[in-house]
């Protein structure tokens, strides 16, 4: 994703976002999840996913980060 933000690409990189959050996350480990909960790693990779797909949806990931109260779980790195 990286170096297609640095070639301006920035419709390929937001593809890269979207399938990565929705084709592994959302797919694969939110699925697989579900026999096993574990409240902070889900609440981590929902911080992460947030963070990453932030400059691609900043209002609706700010959103989402206000009405969930993560940003005083999950400091800025």
């Not at 697989?32 to 797909?53: D, G, Q």
């Amino acid at each position: 994703m990286l170096f297609r933000l640095e070639q301006y690409r920035f419709s390929e990189a937001s593809e890269t976002v979207y399938h990565t959050i929705w084709d592994d996350v959302a797919d694969w480990y939110i699925e697989s999840s579900k026999t096993a909960i574990n409240r902070p790693l889900l609440s981590w990779v929902l911080a992460t996913s947030l963070k990453i797909a932030h400059p691609f949806a900043p209002f609706v990931t700010e959103t989402i980060w206000q009405t969930l109260e993560l940003h005083r779980r999950h400091f800025d790195a």
